[in-house]
């Protein structure tokens, strides 16, 4: 109760109810004293506030709001790779579904994820098991456009694209899902903060209905395991 009176006393101050709501969730880090001195800043200062103390923590602890971009990846030449919409709508569910399970197994850490979906599609002729993502993930990450923003064609836009959703959403951690039927040299695999799920050999021979455990046994890589 005492959070909700003063998250409604800063959106009546700032009449903004997302930073409203962050700069709450400051407060009750920073302790009582401050929350008079919240309410007497100037708005920019505020936003540049929260960015400052909500720096993105060295550590990955998997709890608190976490960003997921989830980038489809396809071709958009005649007979490249593509999925059909139901494959399409199929392997989204099932990230999602890993995702979900994650946050379930983490009772105690009020572990939420916030989504951006990119339906990418560019011009790049089809490689094979033996490809590196990076010659379908840098055009396609060129693509990309997020809040306003757009990226480096480039392992570098990776990164760039996470920070923005992190800090767009005031959130702990943010990564990358790149989702593609595209020729690449494994079915899955992370690190850097991105996750790579790819269709070779039918998902690995695992299949469409494996990929909920497939995301969230690389998405836990991300953060140690």
Same mark, same amino acid.
């Given at each position: 109760?005492?959070?909700?009176?003063?998250?409604?006393?800063?959106?009546?101050?700032?009449?903004?109810? =997302? !930073?409203?709501?962050? !700069?709450?969730?400051?407060?009750?880090?920073?302790?009582?004293?401050?929350?008079?001195? !919240?309410? =007497?800043?100037?708005?920019?200062?505020?936003?540049?506030?929260?960015?400052?103390?909500?720096?993105?923590?060295?550590?990955?602890?998997?709890?608190?709001?976490?960003?997921?971009?989830?980038?489809?990846?396809?071709?958009?030449?005649?007979?490249g790779?593509?999925?059909?919409?139901?494959?399409?709508?199929?392997?989204?569910?099932?990230?999602?579904?890993?995702?979900?399970?994650?946050?379930?197994e983490?009772?105690?850490?009020?572990?939420?994820?916030?989504?951006?979906?990119?339906?990418?599609?560019?011009?790049?002729?089809?490689?094979?098991?033996?490809?590196?993502?990076?010659?379908?993930?840098?055009?396609?990450?060129?693509?990309?456009?997020?809040?306003?923003?757009?990226? *480096?064609?480039?392992?570098?836009?990776?990164?760039?694209?996470?920070?923005d959703?992190r !800090?767009?959403?005031?959130?702990?951690?943010?990564?990358?899902?790149?989702? *593609?039927?595209?020729?690449?040299?494994?079915?899955?695999?992370?690190?850097?903060?991105?996750?790579?799920?790819?269709?070779?050999?039918?998902?690995?021979?695992?299949?469409?209905?494996?990929?909920?455990t497939?995301?969230?046994?690389?998405?836990?890589?991300?953060?140690?395991?």
């Amino acid at each position: 109760r005492e959070f909700q009176k003063y998250e409604l006393k800063l959106f009546e101050t700032y009449k903004d109810r =997302k !930073l409203a709501y962050h !700069l709450s969730r400051l407060a009750v880090q920073l302790g009582p004293k401050y929350y008079t001195v !919240l309410l =007497k800043l100037p708005k920019d200062f505020v936003i540049d506030l929260i960015k400052i103390f909500l720096i993105e923590p060295s550590c990955w602890r998997m709890r608190g709001e976490n960003s997921v971009g989830i980038v489809f990846v396809e071709s958009n030449q005649d007979g490249g790779p593509k999925f059909s919409d139901a494959e399409r709508n199929d392997v989204c569910d099932e990230i999602l579904d890993g995702l979900a399970w994650l946050a379930e197994e983490q009772p105690y850490g009020n572990l939420t994820w916030v989504f951006d979906f990119q339906f990418i599609k560019i011009n790049v002729a089809n490689g094979n098991n033996d490809s590196n993502e990076s010659y379908w993930r840098d055009p396609a990450m060129g693509q990309v456009s997020y809040n306003g923003h757009t990226y *480096t064609a480039g392992w570098a836009g990776v990164a760039e694209y996470r920070e923005d959703m992190r !800090l767009t959403n005031i959130s702990r951690h943010g990564f990358v899902i790149f989702v *593609t039927p595209y020729g690449n040299s494994w079915h899955a695999y992370a690190g850097g903060g991105r996750v790579t799920l790819a269709k070779r050999n039918n998902w690995g021979g695992w299949g469409i209905n494996t990929i909920d455990t497939i995301t969230a046994h690389e998405v836990g890589h991300l953060y140690g395991s």
